[in-house]
């Protein structure tokens, strides 16, 4: 019965996303393991490089660079005015190698809002073979994301930033999506953590 309850929980999220039922939501314990579970287990490798904001939250900023001492290359996502990224402001030359974008909804420091469907929809047009994984923690459950066009590879969410208790996150993923556990051994949703 419970886990017929938590299936029925991670469907209404999912709805909520508008993504795909068949789209993979796994329970983790805060958005940190969330982002750190994404950046670690997308199997990047010595040579590629990842785009991230110095200046955004610390879960998104600390694992990326935990990645320099296997040979990934952390270069800075650039920002507009107000904080927040713009597919404009992103050339070619820089998106050499680079397999992971991280932006976030929310700019934590600055407080800027990113409407993260028309940076999707403009960034998979230029680069759609570039994994983009958005933190949606400061605005899930206030703003809406709509996931149904594909254009957003992941994303990470938190219950205790729209009411919920603490300790109780998610990571959303395409199905298509193979990413190696962060933590190994306890079997918890699908052998993922």
Partial sequence: ELNQKTQRIREGILETLKASKDSRLVFTGSASESNNSLIKGLGLKDGDRLLVSLGDHA?????????KEQGIEISELPL??????????????????VKLVLISSVNSQSGG????????????????????????????????LDLSQGNI????LSAHKM????????????????????????????DFR
């Avoid at 507009?80 to 190698?97: A, H, R």
């Avoid at 998979?124 to 994984?133: A, N």
């Avoid at 590879?153 to 990470?156: G, P, Q, T, V």
């Fill in 163 to 190: 009411g919920g208790p603490k300790g109780v996150a998610a990571l959303f993923v395409k199905k298509s999506l193979s990413l190696e556990p962060l933590l190994h051994g306890g079997n918890q949703e699908a």
């Fill in 59 to 67: 879960s998104l900023v600390n694992p990326s660079l935990s990645l």
């Fill in 153 to 156: 590879d992941s994303a990470s």
């Fill in 80 to 97: 507009n005015s107000v904080g927040v990224p713009e597919v404009s402001l992103i050339s070619d030359e820089l998106m050499e190698k």
């Fill in 113 to 144: 809002l990113l409407c993260v469907e028309t940076f999707a929809k403009e960034f998979k047009s230029r680069f759609p073979k570039v994994h983009l994984h958005v933190d949606a923690v400061q605005s899930y459950g206030k703003f809406p």
